[in-house]
């Protein structure tokens, strides 16, 4: 399967980047000018009020959504007609957005934990970059969905979706974390 928007990549049980290791990735845009995606499945220990008081009472874990601009925030959610300037990644799921209109939702309480996922920086690519990266079996390609996104126990998330992949890929689960230890 070709890498896509609203795809994910699932890293094959080698990889052992820190920030990479048996991650999955949403893809969130994928053209000729390269990709931008956010690992979805790596919460950190930083909740949102320790990077800033702009949303009080609201107070998510905060995702490390990969090593390029850590210094930003970035977000996903589910209220692409209401936040203006949203990018549609997938239907139901976009990114990005007016934050003040993601301020006013959530003061309003029309915006939960199940609707938004805030992320330290990004994933990204230069263009052919990620293709090379699939000819050397880094990653898989698989399809999703805006529920599933939301749905993924973020621990667990890599394994139940490689288990999920078939008996081929299963053994994976059970690939030392780091093969050097073994």
């Given at each position: 399967?070709?890498?896509?928007?609203?795809?994910?990549?699932?890293?094959?049980?080698?990889?052992?980047d820190?920030?990479?290791?048996?991650?999955?990735?949403?893809?969130?845009?994928?053209d000729?000018?390269?990709?931008?995606?956010?690992?979805?499945?790596?919460?950190?220990?930083?909740?949102?009020?320790?990077?800033?008081?702009?949303?009080?009472?609201?107070?998510?874990?905060?995702?490390?959504?990969?090593?390029?601009?850590?210094?930003?925030?970035?977000?996903?959610?589910?209220?692409?007609?209401?936040?203006?300037?949203?990018?549609?990644?997938?239907?139901?799921?976009?990114?990005?957005?007016?934050?003040?209109?993601v301020?006013?939702?959530?003061?309003?309480?029309?915006?939960?934990?199940?609707?938004?996922?805030?992320f330290?920086?990004?994933?990204?690519?230069?263009?052919?970059?990620?293709?090379?990266?699939?000819?050397?079996?880094?990653?898989?390609?698989?399809?999703?969905?805006?529920?599933?996104?939301?749905?993924?126990?973020?621990?667990?998330?890599?394994?139940?979706i490689?288990?999920?992949?078939?008996?081929?890929?299963?053994k994976?689960?059970?690939?030392?974390?780091?093969?050097?230890?073994?």
């Open positions: 399967m070709k890498p896509a928007s609203g795809r994910i990549l699932v890293s094959e049980p080698s990889l052992t820190r920030f990479f290791a048996r991650s999955v990735v949403l893809l969130a845009e994928h000729d000018d390269g990709s931008f995606g956010l690992i979805v499945n790596k919460p950190s220990e930083i909740r949102l009020s320790q990077i800033t008081d702009e949303f009080p009472g609201f107070d998510p874990h905060i995702y490390l959504g990969g090593p390029v601009k850590v210094e930003n925030l970035y977000f996903i959610h589910t209220k692409g007609d209401e936040i203006e300037g949203s990018m549609k990644i997938m239907e139901g799921l976009y990114w990005g957005g007016d934050v003040e209109k301020r006013q939702l959530i003061y309003q309480k029309k915006i939960t934990e199940k609707d938004i996922r805030f330290i920086g990004y994933a990204g690519w230069q263009p052919t970059q990620l293709d090379k990266e699939l000819s050397e079996n880094s990653w898989l390609v698989l399809n999703t969905t805006a529920d599933e996104v939301f749905k993924f126990q973020a621990e667990s998330a890599w394994r139940r490689v288990i999920s992949m078939g008996e081929e890929y299963a994976w689960v059970n690939y030392p974390e780091d093969p050097q230890l073994n």
